[in-house]
């Protein structure tokens, strides 16, 4: 059996819906589909999602909203009538509307509907049943998810055999009060019901032929990624590679699942398998970055010295909730890597507190930094950094801190701003081609 995604973009119009019922059909295996809400049609289209975040906003506040819904009640119109389907749209829309007006929904609730109506008229287009995810994950009070109830849940709902849709992006307290995982939840929700089902493999159906070796805005027509172990895959998706939330693998790579990422406008491209300790594929698994990193460096006399620094200033940061993310270290100073949004309400109470408290010489701050990571295989270890170093050399791009990973298997650098574009193009021209 397999969990079948299909994203927004896949999902825009009624074309897109004919290409996902000939892709499930083409295979009688894939007997669970998850989906996303409508995606854009056009580059000049509203994600129906932010519209629906909007929309909560307006009625909240009092705004008039009429256009709002008119813009995405029309949008799930014009799937009904295209493919001439039987849902009940308007008794949905009208109860929704009711609820909505007298502010008995919650923002969660009002911003699952956009998965949870697309879910509806894929069900009824693909003649298999509705199953809402509110009844399949499950959240723990603390808002944590449960993987143990899900499971549960997931093996009462959708016994075997049974063919159904399942609406991405959202599950429920144990009380049933609707909840919504993170942007980009619906990768999530699939890796949990192939979790849950024990499923032979987890597709994921985008936009792109699977994960690209480079960021396509930066480098033009980057290769694809044959295949990719969980953990490079994890690499690339924390450090901003956008094909699949980070959070994915983990409920299915203890079981061994595979993910294969594929292309719903051409689902005969051979994609990107994800799967195992350690993919066979040669090369370089890839090259991504983060942009609006801050680098707080703390000075003082023999800092490396000094037992408990760094306990002490990992406490600091935890008593003002900032999330560190490296700490490259010398002998007379230490530095802290932290998202830049993450320090704004804090910025000059941190500094403060870090000089003070640590007795140090001086802090200084650097805002603009970008995170590259390079994420090579076991047979390129030896003489990647060497290769790192001199691509970024011969562009002149300063290099301002640089963690490797304990395996020797990836590499972080952090560089200005001003030089991600370059730098990216340099390492794919000169590691890839």
Not at 173 to 184: S, V
Not at 371 to 389: C, D
Not at 404 to 425: E, F, S, V
Request: with cysteine.
């Amino acid at each position: 059996m397999i969990v079948t995604k299909f994203g927004g973009s896949s999902l825009s119009c009624g074309t897109q819906f004919k290409k996902v019922k000939n892709i499930i059909e083409a295979c009688p295996d894939r007997e669970v589909v998850v989906v996303s809400a409508l995606g854009r049609r056009e580059s000049v289209d509203n994600k129906l999602t932010d519209l629906l975040y909007l929309l909560h906003a307006y009625v909240r506040h009092g705004v008039n909203h009429d256009q709002i819904w008119e813009t995405i009640t029309q949008r799930f119109y014009a799937i009904k009538q295209e493919l001439e389907l039987d849902v009940d749209l308007k008794g949905e829309l009208d109860f929704l509307k009711s609820e909505m007006l007298a502010q008995k929904v919650s923002e969660d609730y009002l911003v699952s509907r956009g998965e949870y109506l697309t879910a509806k008229l894929m069900a009824d287009y693909l003649g298999y049943d509705f199953v809402d995810a509110r009844r399949l994950i499950i959240f723990h009070p603390n808002g944590s998810l449960n993987l143990d109830a899900s499971k549960k849940a997931i093996e009462k709902h959708l016994p075997k055999g049974k063919k159904a849709v399942v609406p991405g992006f959202y599950g429920a307290y144990p009380n049933g009060e609707i909840k919504l995982l993170n942007r980009g939840g619906s990768d999530i929700t699939g890796a949990v019901l192939a979790f849950g089902l024990n499923a032979v493999k987890y597709e994921n159906w985008t936009d792109v032929p699977g994960v690209l070796l480079a960021d396509p805005r930066v480098v033009k027509d980057p290769v694809t990624v044959p295949e990719l172990s969980y953990e490079e895959l994890g690499q690339l998706s924390y450090m901003g590679a956008s094909v699949l939330h980070e959070e994915t693998i983990y409920p299915i790579r203890n079981l061994n699942i595979p993910i294969h990422i594929k292309n719903t406008n051409d689902p005969e491209a051979a994609g990107t398998v994800i799967g195992g300790t350690q993919s066979h594929s040669t090369g370089i698994a890839g090259i991504a970055g983060k942009k609006n990193y801050t680098l707080l460096t703390i000075h003082k006399s023999y800092l490396a010295a000094e037992v408990g620094l760094l306990r002490k200033t990992l406490e600091i940061f935890e008593r003002f909730q900032v999330h560190v993310e490296h700490c490259p270290t010398g002998i007379d100073h230490l530095g802290m890597i932290v998202a830049t949004d993450a320090i704004q309400h804090c910025r000059f109470e941190l500094l403060e507190a870090l000089k003070n408290e640590l007795s140090a010489d001086k802090v200084r701050i650097k805002d603009g930094i970008v995170l590259l990571t390079v994420v090579g295989r076991k047979n390129t270890e030896a003489g990647l950094m060497t290769k790192v170093f001199s691509s970024l050399e011969k562009r002149k791009i300063p290099i301002n801190l640089i963690t490797q990973g304990p395996k020797g298997l990836h590499m972080i650098l952090g560089i200005d701003d001003n030089d991600y574009h370059t730098a990216i193009q340099s390492l794919y021209e000169d590691l890839v081609i």
